[in-house]
């Protein structure tokens, strides 16, 4: 079986990290500039409570996935949530346990924190990581809504 390395994500993985996180975002058929690309890169190793972070997963030493969370302060809690955001395995790496391997890497940094409440959204259709979710978490009902 393949050897999955979760890490932190490190200042010389921003190519591999923006080539992953493309991925992620053609996948929703969406974009983001070439300032969001830069502002996100940055904040994920700003100093701060409440920046976000990233993990990336290597698949036999290569990069196949990445995670982005970032911690923020709750009126239920003291100590807060995790919203893990922008999880993703290339079609490659899917099915050998690189977006678990991903969550738990994230559970671990919220529990480390005192954090017990790490929740996500996914879109209706992604079937494909749903029943990954089914398995590791359970679904609260909450529906999303955004102001346009």
């Known amino acids: 079986m393949a050897e999955i390395l979760v890490r932190p994500l490190d200042q010389s ?9 493309t991925a992620y975002l053609t996948f929703y058929e969406t974009s983001v500039s070439e300032t969001v690309y830069d502002t996100t890169w ?3 190793f700003t100093e701060g409570e409440f ?3 990233g993990f990336l ?3 036999d030493g290569a ?10 302060r709750s009126c239920w809690s003291v ?3 995790c919203y893990l955001q922008d999880l993703f395995a ?3 790496a899917r099915g050998k346990g690189v977006g678990a391997a991903l969550i738990e890497a994230v559970r671990k940094t919220a529990a480390a924190r005192g954090v017990t409440n790490v929740y996500w959204m996914t879109h209706e259709t992604n079937t494909t990581a749903r029943r990954l979710y ?3 978490a359970r679904r609260t009902g909450f529906i999303e809504y955004d102001l346009l």
């Open 63 to 72: 990069p196949v996935g990445l995670v982005h969370y970032l911690h923020h």
């Open 51 to 53: 920046e976000p972070r």
């Open 42 to 44: 940055r904040r994920l």
């Open 90 to 92: 290339d079609a490659s």
């Open 13 to 21: 993985d921003h190519e591999a990290w923006k080539a992953l996180w």
């Open 134 to 136: 089914d398995h590791v």
């Open 57 to 59: 997963a290597l698949l």
């Open 79 to 81: 100590e807060g949530n």
